[in-house]
């Protein structure tokens, strides 16, 4: 499941010098998140999830760090 609070905007291909096929896909994420993963993954059945509070901070690397050690439990819990 992909989920995104603008789900419905257009994505939109504001990147170049890739692979052609890239340009035909569509996901609801930013080109951010499943340019690299395709790339690693290919073909990408991968579980995507994203995790921000826009009412947070900016936050530090190592706080980013924590929060996805945090989550690696995700792996196996499904």
């Keep these: 499941m992909l989920s995104s609070a603008a789900a419905h905007t257009p994505l939109v291909y504001d990147f170049g010098g890739f692979h052609p096929s ?6 609801e994420l930013d080109h951010g998140a499943w340019v690299p993963l395709m790339a690693m993954y290919p073909p990408l059945f991968v579980t ?5 509070d826009p009412e947070a901070p900016v936050r530090t690397a190592i706080e ?3 929060m996805g050690f945090a989550k690696r439990s995700f792996q196996t819990v499904g």
Excluded: K, P, R, V
């Design 22 to 27: 890239y340009y035909s896909m569509t996901y």
């Design 48 to 52: 995507l999830g994203a995790a921000t």
């Design 64 to 66: 980013g760090y924590m």
